[in-house]
Structure formats: structure tokens, C-alpha cells
């Protein structure tokens, strides 16, 4: 038995139908502009637990420049990488890294406590913070981030997993804006040299600004 399509069997005047679908379909593409224009927005608020076991906020670093990097502390490979390099890049910006303050986030905060994470920065550089909190937390702060992490069974015990997680490195800005971001794998060099470059544009504009205004 064949059934007609519900659209079919509708009451009314095909113009007027034909009129209802135009304006559905005017309405969405509306829509989708909107929201193909909407501004992408990196970072935003978060509440976490520093290596003290106090708490911090986005607020905390207000005025610093921050490069914020998500991973864990039992990551085979790709974090160990990416704090070598954040450590070579806060020696090669030689003054200027007192400006800059290196976040390392994890998204494994079950068994990444204040004191793991204190640990484990400290060997890279003791200039590296590394931050936890709860489950809930980490998940509000990675989404702020635009962030994916996910745990991936590698055994069957409890703790036999590790983290599929995005490597990238986050650079904000003093008001904890987006500036740029760089690969896991950029070199200490590379990052210090792009850090440098924006930090003095900055100076410029700041000093733009304050000629502008005498």
C-alpha cells in the first residue's frame, strides 16, 4: 500500500503552500547568514584550582599575556613536546617572559590533581602554571577554548586509559582575547618570536594611542 506524502494531502491553494515554502526557506538562509557572520570567539571565563589548591579565574591573569595549552600529565608524547618548547621559547623572550604566563590545563582532572600537576610543570619550567578543577570545570573551560578531549581505553583496568585531546596552544592577549594560535610541535623559537612580535606591536599601538590623545 502506497501513502501519499503528508505535503500532498495539506489543504489549501498550491500558491498559497508555494508562499508558506518561501518564506520558510527565506527565513532559514536568514538565518544561516547570521550565523555564518557571527564573530568565532576563543577563551572566556573559567573557575580552576592552582597547584596551591586555591582557586583562579580568568580574572587572575588579567594584564599578563597567556598561552594556554590543554593536555595531561600522563600524555606519552605530544605534551611533553609542547612544554619543552613553551620552556624554550620563555628563555629565548629573555625579559619580556615575565609578560607572558604559560597555562597548562588538564582534561584529565581525575587523576591530575594540584600536587601532579605542580609536579610536572615544575619539571619543564617553574614559570609553567598547571591548572585542574572538577569534571565539570575542565569541560566549561575546554568548550570556552573550543577544545576537544575524549578518553580512549587502552587496558581494562579503571585508570587504563589515556586522552585523545586538540594540541594547539592558545596566545592571549592582557584583556584575555584571542591573538593566535600555534601546532603542539612550533619550536620554542618560533613561538617566542611570534610572542615578541605581538607584544610589540602592542607597545606601539599603546603608545599610538596615548600621542593621539595629548
Avoid at 167 to 186: C, H, I, N, Q, W
Wanted: hydrophobic share 40%.
Amino acid at each position: 500500500m502506497h501513502r501519499r506524502p503528508l505535503f500532498l494531502s495539506a489543504p489549501g491553494p498550491p500558491i498559497l503552500f508555494g508562499i508558506v515554502v518561501a518564506i520558510v526557506f527565506l527565513m532559514l538562509s536568514q538565518s544561516l547568514v547570521r550565523a555564518a557572520n557571527s564573530p568565532v570567539t576563543i577563551g572566556g571565563p573559567f573557575t580552576l584550582t592552582a597547584p596551591d589548591g586555591t582557586t583562579v579565574t580568568e580574572q587572575t591573569y588579567r594584564g599578563k599575556w597567556l598561552l594556554v595549552f590543554f593536555g595531561f600529565t600522563s600524555c606519552p608524547d605530544t605534551c611533553p613536546t609542547a612544554l619543552l618548547e613553551i620552556a624554550a621559547a620563555l628563555d629565548k623572550l629573555g625579559p619580556d617572559a615575565d609578560k607572558l604566563q604559560p597555562l597548562f590545563i588538564t582534561v584529565d582532572p581525575l587523576r591530575d590533581t594540584p600536587a601532579v600537576m605542580e609536579n610536572y610543570t615544575q619539571s619543564f619550567d617553574p614559570r609553567i602554571v598547571g591548572l585542574t578543577g572538577t569534571p565539570q570545570q575542565i569541560a566549561a573551560v575546554a568548550q570556552e577554548y573550543g577544545v576537544y578531549y575524549a578518553p580512549r581505553k587502552i587496558g581494562p583496568g579503571v585508570e587504563d586509559y589515556v586522552m585523545d585531546h586538540g594540541s594547539y596552544l592558545y596566545l592571549m592577549d592582557p584583556e584575555g582575547k584571542f591573538v593566535r594560535g600555534f601546532d603542539a610541535d612550533t619550536s620554542g623559537g618560533r613561538i617566542a618570536e611570534a610572542v615578541r612580535g605581538v607584544m610589540s606591536k602592542a607597545r606601539e599601538n599603546t603608545s599610538r594611542q596615548g600621542r593621539s590623545t595629548q
